[in-house]
């Protein structure tokens, strides 16, 4: 008992301190329990200097997202893989129709030919053909064909039947310099697509044509009769239909059908405009072959 007994005694300048570390502990708790520490003092989250903080929180976010994204770098479209075809955005039967064709010992030696062969769209066409990347023989002979397509006269000296756009013949296009037989039988096809030129700026979207060839085909033709287009009633269209219908591809044809299936009826065609992601800078041309009955 005496070894335990010589562990637990203290003396009294002992006991007075312990009595004092109890007393703080015990005021401090009541400080903690009964003051209000809060400030009343509220924060503005929209001043200019957070605003600011923001912003920049934003565009170091969008830097960090953009560098998270797959780099293209150039390369020979005749050895695109199927995973290098996937990470392009080419659908399987895109990337077949090119290995079918490398396998006749065939290569394909501009972007015009890359899409005749693969049949990918305009869009993507644009996205990845700045990242081809040919031999250096093959270059300087586009180069040289490309040169030999233009020269400084617009309209070489043949006449034509007429100056209505939506009436012209392959033959006709084919007077502009510039403009081949190729390129005249794809504006043709093109126009027969759309069922008529309504835009001049249209004639943009045919694949391929130069917007100096562009000029050079308005300075001669124009629209005088507009054509007169057969629209569907978006209500009652099928989604194999709908999908035929120019400046509409699969994902917006798809979005029509459940903004469909969700208000039951479009009671008029702006409505389409509420649909997320629509693209509004095609509403004028979507329209020319739609409406709501």
């Known amino acids: 008992m005496k070894i335990f007994k010589s562990h637990f005694w203290y003396n009294k300048s002992q006991r007075n301190g312990i009595f004092f570390l109890v007393t703080l502990i015990i005021i401090f708790q009541l400080i903690i329990v009964f003051v209000d520490f809060t400030s009343n003092n509220k924060i503005d989250l929209k001043t200019s200097e957070v605003l600011a903080f923001r912003n920049q929180i934003d565009s170091l976010k969008s830097v960090e997202l953009e560098n998270r994204k797959p780099k293209i770098y150039p390369f020979n479209p005749n050895y695109i893989t199927d995973f290098k075809g996937e990470q392009l955005g080419m659908s399987i039967e895109e990337i077949d129709r090119l290995l079918l064709f490398r396998k006749t010992n065939k290569f394909v030696n501009s972007k015009s030919e890359f899409q005749k062969v693969t049949?990918?769209?305009d869009s993507l066409l644009n996205k990845i053909s700045p990242y081809f990347k040919f031999p250096e023989w093959v270059t300087k002979r586009n180069q040289i064909t490309?040169?030999?397509?233009?020269?400084?006269n617009n309209i070489k000296k043949i006449s034509i039947s007429t100056s209505d756009i939506n009436k012209a013949t392959a033959e006709d296009f084919k007077t502009i310099r510039g403009i081949g037989e190729a390129y005249s039988e794809r504006i043709v096809k093109y126009r027969t697509k759309l069922q008529g030129f309504t835009y001049n700026n249209q004639l943009n979207e045919v694949w391929g044509l130069d917007q100096e060839v562009v000029k050079k085909v308005l300075s001669?033709?124009?629209?005088i009769e507009k054509p007169i287009i057969k629209k569907v009633n978006v209500n009652t269209v099928?989604?194999?239909d709908l999908l035929k219908k120019p400046?509409?591809?699969?994902?917006?044809?798809?979005?029509?059908f459940e903004y469909r299936d969700e208000v039951a009826e479009l009671q008029n065609i702006s409505?389409?405009?509420n649909i997320s992601g629509f693209p509004l800078d095609k509403y004028d041309r979507i329209v020319l072959y739609l409406v709501a009955e």
């Open 220 to 223: 001669v033709f124009k629209i």
């Open 238 to 240: 099928s989604f194999k």
């Open 119 to 121: 049949k990918v769209s």
């Open 146 to 152: 490309s040169k030999n397509l233009y020269s400084s």
């Open 247 to 256: 400046y509409i591809d699969y994902n917006l044809c798809k979005k029509i």
């Open 271 to 273: 409505e389409l405009k």
